[in-house]
């Protein structure tokens, strides 16, 4: 055998071990020596109590296609990956073309703390200038960033009337780069006779994105999104629909359909159910105010947001669960478990879990210990 050849074969096989390691470590608590500083805090949550482990409730499994077929290995999944990603803009309506280098303007720059802070516009979406405000700290980078989405942009800095919903700033203090949004409500009203709200709003948070990714300060490939509540929503679509979100953090938005439950208002026509011939009540379905548009559809098919959840796979997210997401949740994140599990991928499904609906500190210290931990690597010692 000459020289050539061997090497090819030592080549051949340094590829083979290090692709094994990598499927077998890309889901595993990061080994680094500040792994013990997060994961020891978080690990709990990507473990269902015992009770609820492997139930699976009457969610159908995203594991099926269409046409009744298994998926039963990692290429089914990227083709079955596809179907529903289609299923859903389908339902919902198809995006306008992304802006690949959406432009932001700077309104008016101010040093706050160890970080600038800056009012900006952004291109969001075509004819929209969306108003935010970008925290960053001086130095090099580029550095993990977060899109913190609300009803508007400064709750998200902590200069709002709600307390406990400053993501964008709190993350900003531990070395983040954080750009806060708000609802741009007259944006997503013109749109919807093309597409749902919540699927507008996506796109939104999508262009923002794209505009992230343009910074200098900011890695591509480590940018989050996380929202409370109505944010939530739109987190989850966000993190759901654009796999370019490297994870996300959903704070107690009701993660699946529940008419049990009246804030679970996936069925109000600024969410999922405008239709443009017929109007209803706010408030839960009934007789006498039936469901409308696509989310009449989807739930009278049996469809559910499980199917959204596994578009996550294999990037980690947290439900950040309150009233509106307790512990029975995980019978539809279980479905998501089981396909990172056919991915090879452990530890990227978690759940917290707090009675009430608004934040907690505690609660709130372990979305920053998440983002921390998948955004924050180890050949990143400056951003620890």
Known sequence: ??????????????????????????????QSPRAPETWKQIAFAFQPPSTLAEDLGQYRSPLVFDDGRSVKTPE????RRQEILKFWHASLGAWPPLIDKPAIETVETSQREDFIQKKVRIE???????????????????????LVVYYEPETGIGLGKSKLRDFAYQLARRGFVTLSIGWPTDYTKQQSSARQPLSSLAYVAANCYN????LPEVDPARVGVVGHSFGGKWALFASCLYEKFACGVWCD?????????PNVNYWEPWYLGWESHRERKPGVPS??????????????????????????????????GGAEDPLE?????????????LLGRENRVAMTNRPAHPPTEESNEQIYLFFEHFLKPADHPEER
């Open 329 to 341: 949740r995980w019978k539809a994140l279980n479905h998501s478990i089981a396909v990172n599990r």
């Open 76 to 79: 089914d999944w990227r083709c």
């Open 253 to 261: 938005p009701g993660i699946v359909f529940d008419e049990k439950r």
């Open 287 to 320: 007789e006498s105010n039936p469901r409308t548009g696509p989310y009449e559809q989807l739930f009278e098919a049996g469809h559910d947001l499980h199917d959204l959840h596994a578009l996550m796979a294999p990037r980690p997210f947290l439900v950040s």
């Open 1 to 30: 055998m000459n020289t050539v050849a061997r090497l090819v074969i030592v080549l051949g096989l340094l590829a083979a071990v290090t692709a094994h390691l990598r499927a077998q470590d890309a889901g595993q608590p990061d």
């Open 124 to 146: 969001a979406a075509e004819k929209l200038k969306l108003e935010g405000y970008l925290l960053m700290r001086e130095g090099d980078g580029p550095h993990p960033a977060v």
């Open 211 to 214: 505009a992230l990714a343009t």
